[in-house]
Nanobody, 123 residues
């Protein structure tokens, strides 16, 4: 079992930045692909970014490319999402997730999920 806890969310003005962190426990995440998803009110949960076991491969949702950066530190059992140039439409609950696959952009691939952290971007 992998337990995941997100942190770093909050209220920020449009154009600002936030860095989300995901702290893993229970097992090393070095053998897991990791992902960030988000869920806005009334919308389905969507893939935001993913990173492979070693961090060599990353994948992003088109609308966050060039603004968001996913990274990981396997030694610290941590995953990060640096979010720059935030927009009002980025407002959502952000979830960290772990998959046994090398990497994956579908919610069905992920076996372990955190409780989420709220990100609110004001205009």
């Amino acid at each position: 079992q992998v337990q995941l806890v997100e942190s770093g969310g909050g209220l920020v003005q449009a154009g600002g930045s936030l860095r989300l962190s995901c702290t893993a426990s229970g097992r090393s995440i070095s053998g897991y692909g990791m992902g960030w998803f988000r869920e806005a009110p009334g919308k389905v949960r969507e893939f935001v970014a993913g990173i492979s076991w070693s961090g060599q491969s990353t994948d992003y949702r088109d609308i966050v490319k060039d603004r968001f950066t996913i990274s990981r530190d396997n030694a610290k059992n941590m995953v990060y999402l640096q979010m720059n140039s935030l927009k009002v439409e980025d407002t959502a609950v952000y979830y960290c997730a772990a998959t046994e696959f090398y990497s994956c952009s579908g919610t069905g691939c992920y076996s372990f999920w955190g409780q989420g952290t709220q990100v609110t971007v004001s205009s």
